[in-house]
């Protein structure tokens, strides 16, 4: 489905991009060809485990909006087959002081435990 991305970029850093329709979904990239791929990730994190993701709606509904006067628009696909919307539990074991960081650094990045370790699953499978 095709889901309008705004985009940015300030003087000295990444692109960034964040979703009207898909609330609290952003991302960057260096490069902007990166960006869709990206914009996949976010999307299947912040929403692992819900039972309803929003639909796209056209660019045309947020163009004019004040909040996205300083950048561009993209539109990507973002796959929702590949958004699981069903939690499977799992049992793995870890050593303790792994544990303590990951939950420590999960915090610091407002993620849940399995949110980051999806994330970093994904990122080390991306490879």
Same mark, same amino acid.
């Given at each position: 489905?095709? &889901?309008?991305? &705004?985009?940015? @970029?300030?003087? %000295?850093?990444? &692109?960034?991009?964040? *979703?009207?329709?898909? !609330? +609290?979904? *952003?991302?960057?990239?260096?490069?902007? $060809?990166?960006? !869709?791929?990206? #914009?996949?990730?976010?999307?299947?994190? =912040?929403?692992?485990?819900?039972?309803?993701?929003?639909? /796209?709606?056209?660019?045309?509904?947020?163009?004019? /909006? #004040?909040?996205?006067?300083? +950048? &561009?628009? =993209?539109?990507? $696909?973002?796959?929702?087959?590949?958004? $699981?919307? @069903?939690?499977?539990?799992? %049992?793995?074991?870890?050593?303790? $002081?792994?544990?303590?960081?990951?939950? /420590? *650094?999960? @915090?610091?990045?407002?993620?849940?435990?399995? +949110? *980051?370790?999806?994330? /970093?699953?994904?990122?080390?499978?991306?490879?």
């Amino acid at each position: 489905m095709l &889901y309008p991305l &705004y985009v940015w @970029k300030d003087k %000295n850093s990444a &692109y960034g991009a964040s *979703f009207p329709d898909l !609330p +609290g979904v *952003f991302t960057a990239a260096d490069e902007l $060809n990166a960006l !869709p791929a990206k #914009a996949q990730e976010a999307a299947a994190t =912040m929403y692992e485990g819900e039972t309803h993701i929003p639909e /796209a709606t056209s660019i045309e509904k947020w163009k004019d /909006a #004040a909040d996205y006067a300083d +950048g &561009y628009w =993209m539109l990507v $696909n973002i796959d929702r087959s590949r958004i $699981n919307t @069903k939690p499977v539990r799992l %049992n793995i074991s870890l050593p303790e $002081n792994l544990l303590r960081e990951i939950d /420590a *650094f999960a @915090k610091a990045h407002q993620l849940t435990r399995s +949110g *980051f370790l999806a994330q /970093a699953a994904l990122k080390a499978m991306a490879r």
